[in-house]
């Protein structure tokens, strides 16, 4: 019975909104969906902000390794929780918006979150690198043509290509370095990323049916509680 | 270019002077402009736009003769039984089809198309009145509703096939194959197992991908009794994530084994979650990493940590952008259809793999739709084989969506 | 309090970028910062979006249609919470399958039309130039390697004989789309750094013109 | 080993308090030092290659650094770099040229401050071109981000052509309508009405009082819509929604990255020009004569490429060498 209930929910909304996209006056339905899924979401930030705040609590209670870190953590979260339910340095009142210009939300989302988040983000370029020197290598065909590929889109973006093969006649332009980029980009490239598509298609809608008739329910949990 | 410029100004004062007094130019006050005019659209049809919910209406005419060197665009104009007109749209010239979709159903409409001229607008006749009204099935997309239903019968009966006792055959996949080794290798090192499911919500189909996927992982860490570590960036995934771990610690025999902490939240953020799994990968590190799920710029970054540390690595992805740097640094990598498939493939369930079946079929069709499609179209094109026209049509009319 | 915006900023950036060092203090520091800060920023984003804005105006705006509705989503959010309850802690799966089975019924059909169908559709269309030489090689190597990556994908039947050889070609052409995507992203991440460092030196130590 | 850790971030903090407090600025190389550092950084190369080849590949920390002085390096040269308008971004520059004065052009940002150095210069070159032409943007985000990254472009406008500070209205001219959450839903709802999905601009003034939305009540009154993307939501989900079902005419920037995935799209014609990454909004900048940041860091930015291209020559060769020798 509490196994039942949630596997018929899943297969009733599942098809309903499958269907819905053939019935023009049940399009709304997709959308009041986003409209649903917002609203639980909150309510579970619940039970994942309280997993944050257990975890971190404790840590620093038992004394763990670094539990100094987690203090910060804590403290951060508080604080962020504080300014922003209150609405601090915003427009006053409950209408204004949590994250106007002034407010410390906002004050710390430009200082602390934006610095952060772009350097995490651009380490990337130092990954990339690394992953360059040591991981594309010609090991065997399927390698070769990756690195190929990606070489000549590498040089095609950039100014490089054009200074290497500008020379090249205007008969066989196809060869200069920017326009075969836009070439592997145009053909095979479009080739392979449709046969991904529509594989990944194909994919979801299998996915999706084992899910709506109910022959993959481990996320439903165990059966004793 | 100055003069060009000038011109439109003046044309675009005209358009508003003209569209609040459009009804009255229409019915006479022709003589009001003394310079020549374009000459106007003609056969301004509107009506019903067919298998929606009575939302639009579509508005189709001539070009004007002047189309294009003598004119700027077209303007069109919307009124309802009695009332006035109005401008509800400019467009450029070679124009000749507006989707009016900001109408009220069961509201008479009636329109006429302006050409605008460099000297000012010529109004066309009105069209008839159009009512937008909503149609109960959209018979518009009945080719998707055919292959839709083609394709999951197709699933469905193989899935029944399966479950009457008949053998399928599914091809080994490399990466799945590695997994139970994977986890092996954790035990014998006494180390996690690094767990990743992308850093989407629920609501994306990749996640519930990853969760299915880790019902299925989280039962060989069970029989194992290895160690799985699951940090994860949206609550309704620990959620979910929690129930998974959970049920299949159960089936395996152990409830006792499984633990709360194994799944953590860390933050919704996505560069403040990769810090955070970053930092786990240095300090715990992990002997195996999956992957599994949607991810987006940091797939490099965690991939390489991955392998600084070490780690055996295998991911997978529906996404073609980050799939070439799991390639490249993760041992092994699912990509796109291999990831949905995934989980059927490992629970050994013959119905589920019944399914994988299915999708063969999918890909049959889609096959024979390309072969098809393009042979006729080289020979019709081509080499202007007559006969193969209507072959083309019919897959043209098969594969396009309205 | 902008000198001081500024120096923060530098120091938080100087921070991760020292991970690629070696783990140390000042990552871990930025990294609890991080974590703490955002999980609060995502929070408060929610909640007043989702559930003041979109809930509670909703069903207080008496003209909503959707009233209703919103009360149900009420309702299973308020299930979700009973996970902290022991006893009824079953309920919270309502909920889950209600997001999962909506998701997979939703995204069902916008794969299967957007990915699947379309990109048939799409490969044999003609093309806006057909004609030339060129474009005939185009629009068949397009043909050709989704239908080599689609036999690539299938599950029926293991790689062998000419079989085999048909999904090996659609490996490759997986391998261009790969490759064509790292090509691609290189450039991109390196202008992330550009502009960090623009952020270090311009900004923060004004050395930059 | 702690002494040694202390020694680095010392030595580290040291020479950046200089930089701030004592080097003159800025700093510009002579095109002598400019090509002595060039040369420079090559023999390292070299260097690295030899050591490769002798089968001793060098760290990855050596990677990090030798990616870091080459990003860094350009910023102080003066080189000139010959640019190739592709057909995409050219298709952008031709539809935004061929609007007339006063057409109303949507224009989402969906991306925010980590895609900034590709994006923003499209954002700004185009923000620019549109002010100077009369032409009326409405601004939006699909990303909580993205109306602040639309306020900087604006800003960056004013400041760069501060003439357009009196000329340009707030409310008549252009309007930043802030971001709404719901992804495509968004969109979608926008289809059926803009003031649904926003009822007030970022500043709280009411839809209905904004002069420039007088007559805009879905994409049926928008001329023309540009999308600045770094991913989902994004270029997709706008050609999904917006171009699939309302007919809105759309083009696109961005990042390079998120570019190869819209290629489709491009190609079926249901996207008007594309505009990727920092070379893509460095031709752009070059169509609109506008240039700014990214031709500055187009030079940095070849750098960083010669390097990975280096270093991916590097591994291969010496991957090469040696399965020849163990063969």
Known sequence: MKKQIPILITATVGTVLVLSVFFPPAKMLGEDFSLFFDIIAVFAFFLGGGNLVRVHFIKVYRRKSDWVYSVVTLVGFTMMLASGLFKLGGPPGISGSVTADGSYLNTMFIHIIAPLSSTMYALLAFFVASASYRAFRAKNREATILLIAAFVILLGRTPLGMMATGWVWESLSIFQIPNLAVWVMNVPNLAGQRSILIGVGLGVVAMSLRLILGMDRTYLGGDND | ???????????????????????????????????????????????????????????????????????????????????????????????????????????????????????????????????????LFNFGMWNTFLWMFVFCGSVIGFIISAKSGRKLYIRKIGGLEALEEAVGRATEMGRPILFIPGILDMDDVQTLAAITILGKVARVVADYDSKIRMPVSRSLVLTAARETIKESYTSAGRPDGYNEDMVQYVTDEQFGYVAAVNGIMVREKPATCLYLGAFFAESLILAETGNSIGAIQIAGTARPGQLPFFVAACDYTLIGEELFAASAYLSEDPKQLGSLKGQDVGKVIAMFGLLVGTAAMTLSVAWQVPATQWILDLMNNLFTTN | METFGIWLAALLTIGIISFLYKDNVLYKACESIFVGISAGYWFITYYWDNLYRKFYLGVTDMDNPHRFFLWIAFALGVMMLTRLIGKIGWLSRWPLAFIVGATAGLYMMTYFVSNAFVQVGATIKLPPDFGSVGSYISFGMIALGTFSGLVYFFFSKEHKGVFGGTAKLGIWFLMVTFGASFGYTVMSRMSLMLGRLDFLFGEWLGMIN | MKTKEFIVTAIIIVVLLLCKFVLPKPIQFSPTISWIVTILLGLVFAFIFYLTIKGKPVERRIVFLLVGISLVVPFFMQFKLPLKISPEVQQVYDKLASLPPGSKVLASFDYDPPSAPELQPMAEAFVKYAFEHDIKIIMMGLWPQGPQQANQAVEAAFEENPALRDQVKYGVDYVNLGFQSGNEFVVLRMGESFKSMFPSDLNYTPYDSIPLLKNVSNFSNIDWSINFSAGKPGTVEWIQVAVDRYNLPMSAGNTAVQAPMVYPYLNAGQLLGLMGGMSGAAEFEKLTNLPGKATTFLLSQTFAHVVVILFIIIGNVAFLRSRKETK
């Open chain 2, 1 to 135: 270019m100055l003069n060009r410029v000038l011109l439109l100004c003046l044309a675009l004062v005209w358009t508003v002077s003209v569209s609040v007094t459009a009804q009255d130019v229409a019915e006479g006050g022709i003589d009001t402009l003394s310079l020549p005019l374009p000459a106007p659209a003609q056969n301004v049809v509107a009506a019903n736009h067919v298998y929606d919910d009575g939302e639009v209406i579509d508005v189709n005419w001539d070009k004007s003769p002047d189309d294009p060197e003598n004119i700027l665009g077209y303007i069109v104009y919307r009124a309802e039984t009695d009332g006035a007109f109005d401008s509800i749209r400019t467009l450029l010239p070679g124009e000749t089809f507006f989707s009016d979709d900001n109408v009220e159903d069961e509201i008479p409409y009636k329109y006429q198309i302006g050409v605008i001229g460099e000297n000012g607008v010529s109004l066309s006749g009105e069209s008839e009145l159009a009512v937008a009204t909503w149609e």
